[in-house]
């Protein structure tokens, strides 16, 4: 057994309210810069729907992730290396422009320059690539801005694994949101399919990371990627991924997209797992044994022979704590409550989803019964055999009835809480119904309606001997190239992290453990300009105060 650490997701969908606020503040923070127009890290689909790249789980059209082959082993589904050769110069495995969309904004000098007239003026839109006008015809949330239209509907692939059993009438059907970001893989196909090694794994915490350095921008990754999750910049010639905002993690700050997140959906943490049976569990033979198999891996915590290998593999004992508080570990293999994405894909995703109950609840609800009554959520459960095949489809590569299962414990949590809120006496059948104990049901609620801040993000922080020198050179990161996120070459973690920096909120977070620190945030070796807003007042730059006199013991008066 090697013990490894891996940072993890979880996002509860029956708190997405398709906002896409994650969204933006993602790309603001990451791909506001030219070449990146069309890219969005994180993206939020409203399902049913085709998805952004159009159509990504196809994997019959674009060949990406794992398949396992007639001898039980594992290779990649886009080919090896003699197949990546022959097309190294022209890769037509990977989604074109209009998969994406193309980039556009509006000519609002239009509105401010038109000349006096009869009618009001517009602003067209302009796309980003030409500069031409053009008509908008499809986007990363294009599914829902059409509200769920059967034009776009018949294209799912998830629908069409489904078949007959769903009838696409508009005021009948079921919708709900799925965010998305890079699944950061236990077994990454994007790493794998990488002909010049760029793509990489790190040892210490599972994320995947594209070597700007190193990138050829063969695009080998876009292919590999079952998710489409790895972008290509036209501008740098350069892959792009996200990043799980690694200089975030590294200070114990959660990701841009957690920060933010309206609905307080995501939780953060940090899983043990084996990782000499990582390749075991990916080549399971069936798929629907995929889901099984990597929970299986997942190693606990408290255990201690896991305890006494993630030592002997170097983890700190922070971390080793980090893990036994582990929202992940509790929601996947505690409460069982949380499912991969695409298990099917082979490439042992680390976000996983607390899928919808909405749909169920919204369905009985409708037919004026209880909503909240055990009985009546049970039984629409089996007779709504719609959105569990579809959920299925999305998280046990179909098989029904694991979701069936998670949903009946969500179930069973919102009717045992009804009692408790009423103040009547608990049901302790509700529980033994789904294999719980009233505790454990109890604090599934807490964790996935009321937990704070610390308990949604536990998030270890480097080893304190590297904090100050990752603090000082975060910016020299793989995207530090010219026009990249490390632009301002200041760093976003102190005023003293090099030359200006601009205000920003994880700026005065991330400032927390400085403000502990016995060493000068800014002297005469490093001079700085101060934010005052944030300013811990160890070390006062040369000029902060231009005339200031000193009193004989060389302070200011």
Request: hydrophobic residues 40%; aromatic residues 6%; negative net charge.
């Given at each position: 057994m090697k013990v490894m650490a891996q940072l993890a997701m979880v996002m509860n969908l029956d708190k997405c309210i398709g906002c896409h606020t994650c969204s933006v503040t993602c790309k603001q923070t990451w791909t506001n810069r030219p070449g990146t127009e069309y890219v969005w890290l994180n993206n939020v689909e409203t399902r049913p729907g085709q998805g952004y790249p159009r159509t990504y789980e196809d994997q019959q059209r674009w060949r990406g992730g794992w398949i396992r082959d007639r001898r039980g082993r594992l290779r990649l589904r886009d080919g090896g290396r003699l197949s990546k050769l022959a097309r190294i110069f022209a890769n037509p495995k990977m989604p074109a422009l209009a998969d994406y969309y193309e980039p556009w904004t509006y000519d609002y000098d239009n509105l401010i320059a038109a000349p006096a007239g009869e009618h009001m003026p517009v602003a067209p839109p302009r796309s980003l690539i030409s500069g031409k006008p053009m008509k908008v015809a499809w986007s990363a949330n294009w599914d829902d801005d059409l509200g769920g239209s059967p034009e776009i509907l018949p294209e799912d692939p998830i629908l069409q694994k489904v078949g007959e059993q769903v009838r696409l009438e508009l005021e009948q059907t079921f919708m709900f949101y799925l965010p998305r970001i890079c699944e950061h893989c236990l077994n990454p196909s994007c790493v794998a399919s990488c002909p010049s090694g760029a793509m990489y794994k790190r040892t210490e915490d599972g994320i995947v990371l594209v070597d700007q350095d190193r990138c050829r921008g063969w695009r080998m990754c876009v292919s590999g990627c079952p998710y489409k999750k790895v972008y290509f910049n036209h501008k740098t010639g350069k892959a792009e991924k996200c990043t799980f905002c690694y200089p975030r993690v590294e200070v114990g700050l959660p990701t841009v997209c957690s920060e933010?997140?309206?609905?307080?959906?995501?939780?953060?943490?940090?899983?043990?797992?084996?990782?000499?049976?990582?390749?075991?569990?990916?080549?399971?033979?069936?798929?629907?044994?995929?889901?099984?198999?990597?929970?299986?891996?997942?190693?606990?915590?408290?255990?201690?022979e896991v305890v006494a290998g993630a030592r002997a593999a170097g983890i700190s004992q922070e971390w080793i704590q980090a893990a036994q508080r582990s929202p992940i570990y509790a929601l996947i293999h505690t409460y069982r409550v949380a499912l991969p994405l695409h298990p099917e894909y082979r490439t042992l995703p680390m976000v996983w989803y607390v899928p919808p109950l909405s749909p169920v609840v919204d369905a009985v609800s409708r037919d004026g019964h209880d909503g909240e009554d055990l009985g009546n959520l049970f039984g629409a459960l089996d007779a709504l055999r719609i959105p569990i095949r579809y959920l299925a489809e999305l998280f046990t590569a179909g098989d029904t009835e694991v979701v069936a299962d998670v949903l009946r414990r969500l179930a069973a949590m919102r009717s045992y809480m009804r009692d408790i809120n009423l103040g009547r006496a608990t049901q302790p059948r509700i529980p033994e119904a789904v294999g719980m104990t009233e505790e454990q049901m109890y604090e599934m609620y807490r964790l996935l309606a009321l937990a704070k801040y610390d308990e949604r993000y536990v998030i270890p922080t480097v080893y304190a001997e590297e904090a100050h020198r990752l603090e000082e050179t975060a910016t020299e990161c793989a995207l530090s190239f010219d026009g990249g996120p490390g632009m301002y070459e200041s760093g976003p973690f102190g005023e003293a992290s090099g030359r200006p920096v601009p205000v920003a909120v994880e700026t005065f977070h991330a400032l927390k453990q400085r403000q502990t620190t016995e060493g000068l945030a800014a002297n005469s070796t490093r001079p700085s300009r101060v934010n005052l807003l944030n300013w811990d007042g160890k070390g006062v730059p040369e000029g902060m105060f231009p005339g200031a006199a000193t009193d004989d013991r060389g302070g200011d008066r």
């Open positions: 933010t997140c309206v609905g307080r959906l995501r939780y953060i943490g940090l899983v043990l797992y084996d990782l000499d049976r990582v390749t075991d569990a990916a080549s399971v033979e069936n798929d629907t044994d995929l889901y099984a198999a990597q929970r299986d891996i997942l190693l606990d915590p408290h255990d201690g």
